[in-house]
Each structure stands twice: as structure tokens, then as C-alpha cells.
């Protein structure tokens, strides 16, 4: 099997970051996309990691194209207001599909927002405004609908008081809640064989509840010992 070329980007970021590691790790080559604002040592970490870095401008579809020849999947883990969730997301959408790269993946990463109401969460409403672009474009995409991160559990959301042994919840305490770490999140796009890459798929969207193997988050801190499942994925031809 010749190497897959998985172009990323976003890399420089938390999600970016672990993206690469994980494909590089699975025999993928990853191609970090970088800005000439990107800071030095978030690049070395990305060549010490086994990524080809290439330098690209955020909103010129033609220096988006270039790093994506040849490529089997752009991955995008873009994270920021509409400006680069919508229209920074659509130029390197452009740049993919010129590129003739056959799978594109959005910064999606969240809960499943296509039952919300469009005004119903602001964050949301980008990548449904995004996905309604994604829609029309020729090429096929993967939305990988994780939930909510496990690392907010101790951070920014602690839902979980450690050490009062409480939990937090609003309304209903049985209300169902799909949490997976970041390291498991990313992990995925390292699968060559039981993933998104080799799914095959009707023509049109459709929706799925897979789940993939439940996973531990070795790495320091970041989930203690809770353990994680992968949640939902939509694919789409």
C-alpha cells in the first residue's frame, strides 16, 4: 500500500497537533499546513513529530492547492469565529477540490448540531453555515461529532467537582452526555482500515451511530482515569 499523504490544517493548535502525531504514527505522511505567523516552536514540534511543513495563505485558495496535490484527505482543525470557521474553512475547501483530493474533513468536532435550530447556538450555527458549502462541493467529507471533550470536565466546564464527589447538571440528572477525549478524537484519523478513509457510502448524506473501540487517555493529565468513547460520524458522497 503506497503511503497516504494527509494534509492538516490547523496543526499548530491542541486538536492540529495530536492530528499529526497520530497519522505519522500509523505510517500516514502528514503535510501541517503553516502561516508565516505561526510561532517557531509549534512548527519544530511538528517537524520533530515527522510532518512535511508547508507554508500557506489563509485565504488564497491557489497556495491551498499546491500542498494538497496528491493528497487522499484534508483535514481541517481550524478553530476561531465565523471568519475562519466559514470563510477560511471555504478556501481551503476550494483549494482541496481543485486539488482533486477526494475526502475533506471539517473543524467539527462537537456535539451533533444538525437538530439544533440554525439561531439556537451562535458557535454552531458557523459549522452549519459551512456544511451547507461543504454540501454543494464535489468532493466527499466526514464530520467527526465527538461530543464534548473530556478535558473540559477538569477546565473551562468542570462538570465534575472531584473533590466535593459532585456532579453538576442542569434540569435532568439522567440527561445522556457523549464525552471523548482529544487524544482519542485524533487517534481516529490514524486508522487506515476500520475508519472514514475505506468507509463505503450511499449517494447523498446520511447519518450513522458508530462506535468505535472504547479508549483510555494515557497522556499526563488530561482525562485521570475516565474512560472515553468515540461518538458519532456522518458520512457523506
Known amino acids: 500500500m503506497s503511503e497516504q499523504r494527509i494534509v492538516v490544517a490547523g496543526a499548530t493548535g491542541h486538536m492540529g497537533e495530536r492530528i499529526v ?3 505519522n504514527q500509523r505510517g500516514a505522511k502528514a503535510v501541517a499546513l503553516t502561516r508565516a505567523t505561526s510561532k517557531p516552536d509549534k512548527v519544530e514540534v511538528l517537524k520533530k513529530l515527522g510532518a512535511e511543513i508547508a507554508s500557506s495563505t489563509p485565504r488564497a485558495s491557489t497556495a491551498s492547492r499546491r500542498p494538497c496535490a496528491g493528497a487522499s484527505c484534508v483535514v481541517s482543525a481550524l478553530l ?5 470557521m466559514v470563510e477560511t474553512q471555504t478556501v481551503l475547501l476550494n483549494g482541496a477540490v481543485k486539488a482533486g483530493v477526494p475526502r475533506f474533513i471539517p473543524s467539527d468536532y462537537s456535539l451533533d448540531y444538525l437538530p439544533l435550530k440554525p439561531d439556537e447556538n451562535r458557535n454552531l450555527a458557523w459549522h452549519r453555515e459551512f456544511l451547507e458549502r461543504l454540501e454543494k462541493a464535489p468532493i466527499k467529507f466526514t464530520s467527526v461529532l465527538n461530543g464534548a471533550f473530556m478535558e473540559l470536565l477538569k477546565g473551562q466546564a468542570p462538570l465534575i467537582l472531584f473533590k466535593r464527589h459532585r456532579v453538576i447538571y442542569w434540569h435532568d440528572a439522567d440527561q ?3 464525552f471523548t477525549t482529544m487524544n482519542n478524537t485524533a487517534e481516529f484519523h ?3 482500515r476500520d475508519g472514514f478513509a475505506d468507509a463505503e457510502v450511499s449517494q447523498g448524506r446520511r447519518r450513522a451511530n458508530q462506535r468505535a473501540p472504547a479508549g483510555r487517555d494515557d497522556e499526563q493529565d488530561d482525562g ?3 474512560h472515553a468513547h468515540l461518538g458519532r460520524f456522518r458520512w457523506a458522497a
Open 224 to 226: 485521570s482515569a475516565l
Open 80 to 84: 476561531g469565529v465565523r471568519d475562519t
Open 176 to 178: 445522556p452526555l457523549d
Open 190 to 192: 490514524g486508522r487506515r
Open 21 to 23: 502525531r497520530f497519522l
